[in-house]
Structures are given as C-alpha cells and as structure tokens.
C-alpha cells in the first residue's frame, strides 16, 4: 500500500522565468504569498525559496516576515483620515461659498462694500478728528 502512495505523488519542476515572475509579484506588492500559493497551487516553502534566491530586496540571512494585518489596518486608517480631511474641506467649501454670498448680499441690498478697496486711503485710526 505505501509504494501505491509514493507513485501518486507528483515532484512538480519549475522554470525560472515562472519562478521570477512569483517573485516579481511578490514584491510589486499585489499578491501576499498565501494568495501566489492558492493561486499556483505551489507550497510557500517553495515561493518562500524562490524569493529568497530571486529577490531584488532581500539580502542573505534575512528573513521575509509579511505583516498583513497590520499594514492592511494602517491603509484602512489613512483612508478614514483621508476622508475625515476630504469632509472637511468640503464643510469650509461651504463656509466660503456663504460668505462670499453674504459680502454679495451686503454690496448689492445694503450698499456697503466690504471687501477691502485698494484705492480708499487708509484711515487714521482711532485719534481725534478736527471739528470743522
């Protein structure tokens, strides 16, 4: 019975070209390995390999540690800040917007202008005037 299961297993032989492009998908940051081991059907021994001999970024004696959660967590805590800040922005838009309508307003219907003319003098300020 134990030499009908040695027949049925499979040694599998991998070009180099595909090896790389493993690699390469790895780093470009698109796949983690469990999702290339899924895909490929190819242990993570076997990728973990692959990147430690093919890898651009990795140096010898260092270990690749893949920290998902965290930086998945960090991505979704910059999209929440991004769309707090986006909120924001939109809420002065809105300021802006009303009180440029209010200095309309005010020019037009009361005839007083209050947005600063370059041409007036400046005042003297609060010191005394002469009586005429």
Same mark, same amino acid.
């Given at each position: ?6 027949l049925?297993k499979?040694?599998?032989h991998y ?5 790389? &492009?493993? #690699?390469?998908?790895? $780093?470009? *940051?698109?796949?983690? #390995?469990? &999702?290339l $081991?899924? /895909?490929? @059907?190819?242990? =993570?021994?076997?990728i %973990?390999d692959?990147? %430690?001999? +093919? !890898?651009? +970024?990795? $140096?010898k *004696?260092?270990?690749?540690v893949e920290?998902?959660?965290?930086s998945s967590k960090?991505?979704?805590? /910059?999209e929440?800040k =991004?769309?707090?800040? $986006?909120?924001? /922005? @939109?809420?002065? &838009?809105?300021?802006?917007d %009303?009180?440029e309508?209010m200095?309309?307003?005010a020019? !037009?219907? /009361?005839d007083?202008?209050?947005?600063? =003319? %370059?041409s007036t003098?400046?005042s003297? *300020? !609060? @010191?005394?005037?002469?009586?005429k």
């Amino acid at each position: 019975m134990k030499s009908n299961i040695r027949l049925l297993k499979k040694h599998r032989h991998y070009s180099i070209e595909f090896k790389k &492009q493993i #690699v390469a998908d790895f $780093e470009s *940051g698109d796949f983690s #390995v469990p &999702q290339l $081991e899924k /895909l490929h @059907g190819v242990s =993570n021994k076997s990728i %973990y390999d692959w990147i %430690y001999k +093919f !890898s651009t +970024f990795n $140096e010898k *004696g260092f270990r690749v540690v893949e920290m998902k959660d965290s930086s998945s967590k960090k991505l979704q805590e /910059l999209e929440a800040k =991004n769309k707090e800040l $986006e909120a924001a /922005l @939109g809420r002065k &838009q809105i300021q802006l917007d %009303y009180l440029e309508k209010m200095i309309e307003l005010a020019k !037009s219907e /009361l005839d007083i202008d209050i947005k600063k =003319n %370059y041409s007036t003098p400046q005042s003297t *300020g !609060s @010191g005394k005037t002469k009586k005429k």
